[in-house]
């Protein structure tokens, strides 16, 4: 396959865009590397990059944006095709259309502006007027093989997809037929035999001879399908374990006609009212909402979770350099009011290390990148209640605290713990509900 990074007439550097052009196969794909990114993680502008790389809106954090402005929908509906209930794999809201199609949502004035940059982006031949938006929380979220081909959208539809927050893996598969009569999910891994594998794949319209195509996408990366990529190639976001909060627009160009009008019901359909009749008010969460109802705060220090957004991914590197530094200066430096400091510091340290010890489910690493302040309160509240904990063994019995007793007085801290979090957003749980 030919895989080449070339100069495309956009205001891109030419060493950030990645394109795939390779007509036996039908894959035409353009990866625009960075240039969405929130402000302090734009690629650096080199001497290649053109003038226009100036008109990009850099004030603007989108990530935050929609964080702060999209209420969110987790939409259940009946399957005509499989015959059962089914709830979309990931959080979705949707924008636009053609306004004389029902149902519409006309595009908010505050969306309007990435619009244009990514429009201008990749130049006046492109255009979008539907967007598709989608929240993976985390790791569980996905969204399954499927191909965004669909007949009101045109013969060769150019389909952009911007990627904000963590790194996903996006991943494309050939087919010898898009539209299978099967759910989709095939797995040509799945079996021992390489004869039952191909036959399994051909009978869900697979092509096994072609490998799977796999990126890894960052974020402000701009993916753009263009030419019969629709016809020939299925793709999808799969589950990670780890992965923390991603945001992904979709931008596509729907075309006036009848089928359009079937077609733009259809992405409502499937994206904000579900079975809901259209003239009520579908279920919807705002980001803060979500991460209430996954468990609060607490949810964001626990092993396994290792970023939500590209600001978390900045602070963590921050704090863990503030670190490094400190140890650092308190090592070389020997003076009085150093070493004084440096004990003052041990002291707080070492109540950290307990701390660490003590709660198995806090990741080490996250806790770290925490602002000081946040790590304070978290350590003394911890510490408080450890020493009620303490007054309360020592009143009651001499003897050292049972297995089962410990993990229960572990519990209720845990418990006691939330409740306390939940009366103080304003210094804690307001750290996280936006990153």
Same mark, same amino acid.
């Given at each position: ?27 035409? &794909?353009?990866?625009?590397?960075? =240039? ?36 969110? @929908? ?46 201008? @982006?990749?130049?006046?031949?492109? %255009? ?40 996903? *893996?996006?991943? =494309?598969?050939?087919? *010898? ?6 759910? +989709? ?5 799945? #079996? ?20 799977? %195509? ?20 299925? @793709? ?34 499937? =994206?904000?009212? +579900? ?16 991460? #209430?109802?996954?468990?609060?705060? !607490? ?5 396994? &979770?290792?970023?939500?957004? /590209? ?19 308190? #090592? ?35 806790? !770290?990148?925490?602002? *000081? ?5 978290? &350590? ?12 309360? *063994? ?7 605290? /049972? ?26 749980? /307001? ?5």
């Amino acid at each position: 396959m030919d895989v080449k990074k070339t100069i495309k007439q956009c205001c891109c550097p030419p060493n950030n865009i990645t394109r795939i052009e390779d007509d036996e196969k039908g894959l035409h &794909v353009d990866i625009h590397r960075g =240039m969405f990114a929130s402000n302090t993680e734009k690629n650096t502008i080199t001497n290649n990059t053109t003038a226009a790389t100036n008109t990009l809106n850099n004030n603007v954090n989108w990530y935050d944006e929609l964080l702060s402005n999209v209420r969110w @929908h987790r939409v259940k509906y009946k399957s005509s095709r499989f015959q059962k209930d089914c709830t979309t794999p990931c959080y979705t809201a949707f924008y636009g259309g053609r306004a004389e199609y029902s149902p519409y949502i006309p595009i908010p004035q505050w969306f309007q502006p990435l619009i244009d940059e990514v429009n201008s @982006h990749l130049g006046d031949h492109v %255009q979008f007027n539907a967007f598709l938006l989608r929240l993976y929380f985390d790791g569980n979220d996905e969204i399954a093989w499927h191909t965004d081909g669909r007949t009101f959208l045109g013969e060769k539809p150019t389909i952009a997809s911007l990627s904000l927050g963590c790194k996903a *893996t996006f991943q =494309m598969r050939r087919m *010898t037929n898009v539209w299978p009569c099967v759910n +989709g999910s095939i797995n040509t891994s799945s #079996s021992n035999s390489t004869t039952n594998t191909n036959a399994t794949a051909a009978a869900a319209g697979v092509d096994a001879s072609t490998p799977i %195509q796999s990126f890894t996408l960052h974020d402000g990366d701009l993916l753009v399908m263009r030419g019969d990529t629709q016809k020939h190639w299925h @793709h999808r976001v799969p589950k990670e374990k780890g992965r923390g909060v991603r945001l992904n627009i979709n931008f596509r160009y729907v075309l006036p006609g009848q089928d359009a009008e079937r077609g733009q019901m259809t992405y409502y359909k499937y =994206m904000v009212f +579900g079975d809901v009749p259209i003239d009520q008010q579908p279920p919807s969460w705002t980001y803060d909402e979500i991460v #209430s109802r996954k468990g609060g705060m !607490m949810n964001f220090v626990q092993k396994g &979770v290792k970023c939500h957004g /590209s600001k978390r991914e900045r602070q963590q590197q921050q704090q863990k350099q503030e670190l490094s530094t400190r140890k650092r200066r308190e #090592s070389n430096n020997n003076d009085n009011n150093t070493a004084a400091s440096s004990s003052s510091g041990d002291n707080a340290e070492s109540d950290i290390q307990r701390y660490l010890t003590s709660e198995q489910s806090v990741d080490r690493e996250v806790f !770290m990148s925490l602002p *000081t302040d946040i790590r304070d309160e978290l &350590v003394s509240q911890w510490k408080s209640q450890q020493n009620q904990l303490q007054s309360t *063994t020592n009143t009651i019995s001499p003897l050292p605290l /049972s297995y089962s007793k410990r993990k229960e007085n572990s519990q209720n801290f845990a418990s006691s713990f939330g409740k306390k979090t939940k009366k103080n957003n304003g210094k804690i749980d /307001s750290f996280f509900v936006k990153r």
